[in-house]
């Protein structure tokens, strides 16, 4: 199982970006997919997450600006970040978790995506 991300960039505070996520290579399901982050000298932590059947979960500091959503077609997860903010700058990672074929769990993560909010 193999997480792409995209959808980084250089922001000014108050504008937006998309962060896409594609789960790729034999799975028999997604438990649930999710997006964390990690700004420099913190530890890494959860963003946003939903769940197979659409349970969402978001951090306090991004209710309200930021939407997870998931393309089950294409075993895709976005994120759309919205009036972001300097503190929102960070890595981000999704992670995607699920049951492969022969019922083993997975549990993995892509290669972070750079999110820069400058003021």
């Known amino acids: 199982v193999q997480l792409q991300a995209s959808g980084g960039g250089l922001v000014q505070a108050g504008g937006s970006l998309r962060l896409s996520c594609v789960v790729s290579?034999?799975?028999?399901?997604?438990?649930?997919m999710g997006w964390y982050r990690q700004a420099p000298g913190k530890e890494r932590e959860l963003v946003a997450r939903?769940?197979?059947?659409?349970?969402?979960t978001y951090a306090d500091s991004v209710k309200g600006r930021f939407t997870i959503s998931r393309d089950n077609a294409e075993n895709t997860v976005y994120l759309q970040m919205n009036s972001l903010k300097p503190e929102d700058t960070a890595v981000y990672y999704c992670?995607?978790?699920?049951?492969?074929?022969?019922?083993?769990?997975?549990?993995?993560w892509g290669q972070g995506t750079l999110v820069t909010v400058s003021s």
């Open positions: 992670n995607a978790a699920g049951t492969l074929y022969g019922g083993r769990s997975y549990n993995h």
């Open positions: 939903i769940t197979y059947d659409d349970t969402l």
């Open positions: 290579g034999r799975f028999y399901s997604i438990n649930y």
